[in-house]
């Protein structure tokens, strides 16, 4: 069997994971293969090692088992056909029943083909077939303005947002508002200080348990301009409500100025206030309660203690219980506290049940200091998506929970002294301003986010190849040099000649066309640091063979006399160079084109 090579927009591993299918097929359609069995696990993708070859599939493996048969025996029937392909040079069994294939140029230079033609689509995917995904993301506390504590899970749910609509999903950028715990009573009352402070009084040191950053000072002569001196001697309860709503107010809008400076725009800030205002509280425990997921119970004692060690600070109270324990958690969760006020866990139960009528998919990025909450909301979750509008029993919506780890601030190795604006942290202000926004976005995804990372000012500024930021917007800005000069030696880019290409371009091509793979699989890990590493590694690829070049003329991208190769070379530079941008894109970051 023989078939001609034609040039489409499938990828190139989209390409050969057809052959394998109709490859099994035809081998059902023959009797060789039983029919029926599930392919859904069959994979085509690059070996782990290149030395085995292009392209390895795991069919023979996955099938011989429900299929009664052999895997070597299999892989020899599959084999047989695939080697038959025009475009498969060799195709070989290795090990237990392993396929591996190699592959003719011409299917990879016109997989570089199609990244011209799809240029800055290149990589876009259907794989999310528009379902949407709510992305829930930094939710700072009303309080302050950002600080670096909350930049790395404000850059991985943005990257992901970014991600996962590349792959083909609809997606939310949700922004949780806690405005309606004790925190914000704090603000108030660190406002109403800093209030009388306007009014000409000598507050002296900020007493403990207020918030002592100056960022209040603006809002507070504000209030003092506006209310005088109404309120200085007022009972709280008089002024309470409004320094909350006029604090927490000028705080969203301190926080959405610092989310500017790393490039991020939320679609929907939701207020828990307004949750609670609004009943929704209540219509979640009542949804539970007619469905048995909520009881009037007895709080179990904090496990592992006497009740010596327990003393008076804790007493049998019955309270509202969320049946947890049916769905993987530890205990059943109370939903409202002793005095009738909501549980956080309760507000944040009913907060997901409302955004759970809107989206496919949710996913929360949260800081691992609420790793132990982890377990309850997607137990609430669960509970709540079990059923449809009819009461009908269904799959529960799909929900995840990425943490993300702190970062140490670091100066050439020593850690970073806390902001005087701030009064107890670095703000994120400050350190885009800096270092500049694209740096910052960067290096936050050059670790998984559940790993601890350190960010040294002096290292994400470095201009040398163990700085990861520069190391990959050198490789975009090398490229985009060359393409200058050559456009004043009056030599263009073309893909006329791409049969001169050797084999460190052909490389070089291999590594580049595994980008549509790496977006699908790093969206559906809710991943976004596997771009960040990709892209380190095609940086790292094509320094490499740039190098090539200070040695042997011949193997530069402008090779003196020789316009058609230069053109070849030139072109697969600027397909690299497009992939690049292509995936900075995604993390936010510019790909500059001059350092």
């Known amino acids: 069997m023989t078939e001609t090579f034609e040039f489409h927009s499938p990828t190139i591993h989209a390409v050969f994971a057809v052959k394998v299918d109709k490859v099994l097929s035809a081998l059902e359609a023959e009797g060789a293969l039983p029919a029926g069995i599930s392919r859904a696990n069959v994979t085509v993708e690059p070996p782990r090692d290149p030395s085995h070859g292009d392209l390895s599939t795991n069919a023979a493996m996955v099938l011989a088992k429900p299929a009664g048969m052999n895997p070597r025996a299999l892989a020899e029937k599959i084999v047989e056909k695939l080697a038959a392909n025009i475009l498969v040079t060799s195709a070989e069994i290795a090990g237990p029943g392993f396929i591996n294939l190699r592959i003719e140029k011409l299917a990879w230079f016109a997989e570089l083909r199609l990244m011209a033609m799809l240029d800055a689509d290149y990589g876009k995917s259907g794989m999310g077939a528009g379902k949407t995904v709510n992305v829930e993301y930094v939710s700072a506390n009303p309080t302050g303005p950002m600080h670096m504590g909350h930049c790395r899970g404000a850059v991985v749910g943005d990257a992901l947002a970014s991600l996962l609509e590349f792959a083909g999903h609809k997606v939310i950028r949700e922004y949780y508002v806690n405005d309606a715990g004790g925190q914000v009573d704090v603000l108030a009352r660190s406002a109403h200080l800093r209030y009388r402070e306007a009014l000409g009084e000598q507050i002296g040191e900020i007493p403990e348990g207020l918030y002592p950053g100056d960022y209040l000072i603006p809002v507070a002569k504000s209030l003092a301009d506006e209310f005088g001196d109404k309120f200085v001697a007022a009972p709280e309860s008089e002024w309470l409500a409004l320094f909350k709503a006029r604090a927490s107010a000028a705080m969203m809008e301190l926080i959405r100025s610092d989310l500017a400076l790393l490039g991020i725009k939320h679609d929907i800030f939701s207020s828990e206030a307004e949750l609670q205002a609004a009943g929704k509280p209540e219509e979640a425990e009542k949804w539970l309660r007619e469905h048995d997921l909520v009881y009037d ?215 580049a066309a595994q980008f549509p793979r790496l977006i699908e699989a790093a969206a559906a890990a809710r991943e976004p640091h596997r771009v960040a590493f990709f892209l380190g590694d095609l940086a790292a690829a094509f320094h490499a063979y740039w190098n090539l070049g200070n040695d042997r003329p011949d193997m530069r991208l402008i090779v003196v006399n020789d316009v058609n190769l230069s053109s070849a070379r030139l072109y697969l530079a600027a397909r690299i160079g497009q992939l690049l941008k292509n995936g900075l894109a995604l993390l936010g970051v510019e790909a500059v084109e001059e350092m």
């Open 297 to 511: 119970g007895v709080l179990e004692a904090p496990k592992g203690k006497t009740p010596e060690e327990l003393g008076s600070d804790w007493e049998p109270v019955e309270l509202p219980l969320f049946r947890s324990t049916r769905f993987g958690d530890d205990q059943d969760r109370p939903i409202k506290k002793s005095d009738g006020s909501w549980t956080y866990f309760g507000a944040d139960l009913a907060y997901h049940f409302q955004k759970a009528q809107n989206a496919d998919a949710l996913v929360d990025i949260w800081g691992a200091d609420h790793a132990g909450t982890v377990k309850r909301i997607k137990a609430a979750v669960a509970a709540l998506t079990s059923t449809d509008g009819t009461g009908a029993a269904r799959e529960p919506i799909p929900f995840e929970v990425k943490l993300v780890q702190m970062v140490q601030l670091l100066r050439g190795g020593e850690p970073v002294k806390m902001s005087k604006r701030s009064g107890t942290f670095v703000t994120l202000a400050d350190v885009v301003r800096e270092v500049g926004k694209d740096v910052v976005r960067f290096t936050m995804l050059t670790r998984k986010p559940e790993a601890q990372m350190d960010f040294d000012f002096a290292k994400v500024v470095e201009a040398s190849k163990d700085n990861p930021v520069f190391y990959v917007q050198y490789a975009n800005a090398r490229i985009h040099s060359s393409l200058r000069k050559a456009a004043a030696e009056g030599i263009v880019p073309s893909d006329a000649h791409l049969d001169l290409l050797g084999t460190e371009e052909l490389d070089l091509i291999k590594l």
